[in-house]
């Protein structure tokens, strides 16, 4: 398949041209994610704004709708009189389309979503833990899947796309951080999740990286649509990160693109550390266990991260600036326009270390380093779940390279 793109009167221009071993319906499945993810970004397009975004003839761009609405996937909206020539009709994405099932494995606890084809959460299921084992992992998602599927229609049912699990990789490196016992996470080493469950249910399995899952909830569902390039931040029990370039969602030759965890930074002692060591909420937790303060509020309860206003307020401050100097490390390589933070906290919290950090990256350095734009992340403290949820979808209805997508609407439908 050869791709190419063009300018032609102002509009982004994208052609799919069948190449030696190139199949039909590759080019066609290929054009219906193209349809479907303009959509998604923009409802209420019309067939002629698809056929002029994408250079699409408007013959093709009726097959491909009307296959879409055939499928569910689209609905119509009221039709728009009152314009120059035929009246015409604005087009969307169906909520009911299409449903997807995520789970964000963490260090305290595991979580399930159910998502619909826009992202409204229809199912949230939580369990806690002192650090998550295989077994408790597998079972909980049985017991999920069954809860969910049980409510749903068989129409619904059909519908499921996938389920999609967002975890760290190599997990049983994690014992000193969750306090486990030596060995106690071994049973990691060998357990294939995507094995062990693809036989258990009529749909296909996913596995992605947490950090990475989560960038991509925010990629199809939060401020991705607003910045082309961007770093992305999600500060959970331990800090992770995710990369999109000119509109691509990029995962990395081994899944761990984005992996500000493990950013290098040179502590007070001198010593090197990582900035996971410093700026996760590892440390809050640590600290309120040296003031025999019991951590599991944070979470257990919606509003836990209230409950201890001042070791809250010292972590902030001490975990902004190393965030601030991997920020412009980071932006020393790539001049990201943007830096989205996120995390598994209450917005207000989330605000306030932006502010922070904003504050700490005026102290440094930055000659030479065009200052990125931080801003807040629209998912929130699911957003790990949500991306689980969100990795059928990109298999099966979103093009994750969407460069050309971000120059159409900038083109303006």
Not at 52 to 68: D, N, P
Not at 75 to 99: C, E, N, V, W, Y
Request: charged fraction near 20%; hydrophobic fraction near 45%; charge should be neutral.
């Amino acid at each position: 398949m050869t791709l190419s793109t063009e300018r032609d009167g102002g509009a982004f221009v994208r052609s799919v041209a069948a190449g030696r071993g190139s199949k039909q319906s590759d080019i066609r499945a290929h054009n219906e994610r193209l349809v479907l993810s303009l959509l998604r970004r923009r409802s209420g397009l019309t067939k002629a704004d698809i056929a002029r975004l994408t250079g699409l003839s408007a013959q093709a761009v009726s097959v491909i709708m009307r296959k879409l609405e055939e499928d569910g996937l689209l609905g119509r909206g009221s039709i728009l009189r009152g314009r120059i020539g035929q009246p015409s009709t604005p087009m969307a994405l169906k909520a009911d389309g299409a449903f997807s099932i995520g789970v964000k494995i963490g260090r305290r606890s595991i979580e399930m979503v159910l998502i619909d084809f826009v992202g409204n959460l229809r199912e949230v299921f939580r369990e806690t833990y002192r650090w998550p084992m295989p077994a408790q992992v597998i079972r909980f998602i049985r017991e999920g899947v069954e809860t969910i599927t049980n409510k749903l229609t068989a129409v619904e049912k059909a519908r499921i796309a996938g389920l999609g699990i967002a975890s760290p990789f190599e997990l049983w490196l994690w014992e000193d951080g969750v306090g486990a016992p030596r060995g106690a996470m071994d049973a990691w080493r060998t357990t294939d999740l995507v094995k062990e469950l693809e036989d258990q249910f009529p749909f296909p399995i996913y596995l992605q990286n947490d950090a990475t899952a989560a960038c991509g909830a925010e990629f199809v569902f939060g401020r991705g649509q607003d910045f082309q390039s961007y770093l992305y931040l999600f500060i959970g029990f331990f800090i992770g990160g995710g990369v999109v370039l000119n509109g691509s969602l990029l995962s990395g030759t081994t899944g761990n693109a984005g992996a500000i965890g493990s950013f290098p930074l040179r502590g007070r002692d001198g010593q090197m550390q990582q900035l996971i060591d410093v700026a996760s909420a590892l440390t809050l937790e640590m600290r309120l266990q040296r003031d025999n303060i019991d951590p599991s509020t944070l979470w257990t309860l919606p509003d836990g991260w209230s409950t201890f206003p001042e070791a809250v307020q010292d972590w902030i401050a001490t975990i902004a600036p190393p965030i601030a100097e991997a920020i412009i490390g980071a932006c020393s390589v790539i001049d990201f326009p943007a830096v989205i933070i996120d995390g598994g906290f209450p917005a207000d919290i989330r605000q306030q270390i932006i502010e922070r950090t904003n504050e700490c990256i005026d102290t440094l350095n930055t000659k030479g380093i065009v200052r990125p734009k931080i801003v807040e992340g629209l998912v929130g403290a699911q957003a790990r779940a949500i991306g689980g949820a969100c990795l059928p979808y990109f298999d099966k209805y979103i093009l994750s390279s969407s460069h050309f997508m971000t120059e159409a609407m900038m083109s303006g439908a």
